[in-house]
């Protein structure tokens, strides 16, 4: 089975300061992990993704995410907020070894960057 | 140039009505999905269809059908609505099953 957890419903950062938006997950294989951005009253759209390969991986709109096997997170980092990045972020992952190609979603969290 | 599209984007009725709605992927993608979000944002898929392979979530109720006439498109059908029913619905497709999804502007339904 597969799973993931994002701990945080809310974030708060100030413009210009880094920010992190935390996931982790669970596969008994490994994983494929995806990053999403939600603005309101839009659909989700793709950030970024790690498949294999280097653990750094660099997105759409300065966004990069850092896959750690030992700890199976893989946390989303930006390292300078703007207003704009404030939205729903979600963290989705799928079992490579798993039998089903659908990815999970994680519960998402709410980004909040103050000017 | 909308990639994934859905009609209609808001759809108002009222409990025991069906209604449908459409989705339509200009993609070229191989697998559509069809994603309820409800009112605290949380995603749960409903159907997947890659290759005529059609994949059902169980827990979601026989009132809710997909039919998809080609690649290109997944509707879903839904009969005897509920309150309970009221929601986001998101249309997706992806290339293969390791691509990242696609997703529509959703469809916000609301059963009165």
């Known amino acids: 089975a597969q799973s993931v957890a994002q701990p945080e419903d809310q974030v708060n950062v100030a413009e210009g300061n880094p920010l992190t938006v935390k996931c982790t997950y669970s596969?008994?294989?490994?994983?494929?992990l995806f990053w999403y951005v939600q603005y309101p009253n839009r659909g989700l759209q793709f950030l970024l993704k790690?498949?294999?390969?280097?653990?750094l991986v660099k997105g759409s709109y300065g966004f990069e995410a850092e896959f750690n096997k030992s700890q199976t997170s893989f946390h989303l980092k930006k390292p300078s907020a703007l207003v704009s990045d404030s939205a729903l972020y979600f963290c989705?992952?799928?079992?490579?070894?798993?039998?089903?190609?659908?990815?999970?979603f994680g519960r998402g969290t709410s980004l909040i960057v103050h000017p | 140039d909308t990639a994934v599209s859905q009609t209609p984007k808001y759809l108002v009725t009222q409990m025991g009505n069906d209604k449908s709605i459409k989705c339509e992927q200009n993609l070229g993608h191989d697998t559509m999905y069809w994603y309820k979000q409800d009112s605290k944002k949380f995603l749960k898929i409903m159907f997947s269809y890659n290759n005529k392979e059609l994949i059902i979530n169980e827990t979601v109720p026989n009132r809710f059908s997909p039919k998809s006439p080609d690649k290109a498109h997944l509707n879903l059908h839904i009969n005897s609505l509920e309150l309970g029913d009221s929601a986001v619905y998101f249309c997706?497709?992806?290339?293969?099953?390791?691509?990242?999804?696609?997703f529509g502007n959703g469809t916000r339904l609301t059963v009165t």
């Open positions: 790690y498949i294999t390969g280097d653990n």
């Open positions: 989705a992952v799928r079992d490579q070894g798993g039998g089903s190609y659908i990815p999970t």
């Open positions: 997706a497709s992806s290339l293969g099953t390791n691509s990242p999804l696609h």
């Open positions: 596969v008994s294989g490994n994983p494929y």
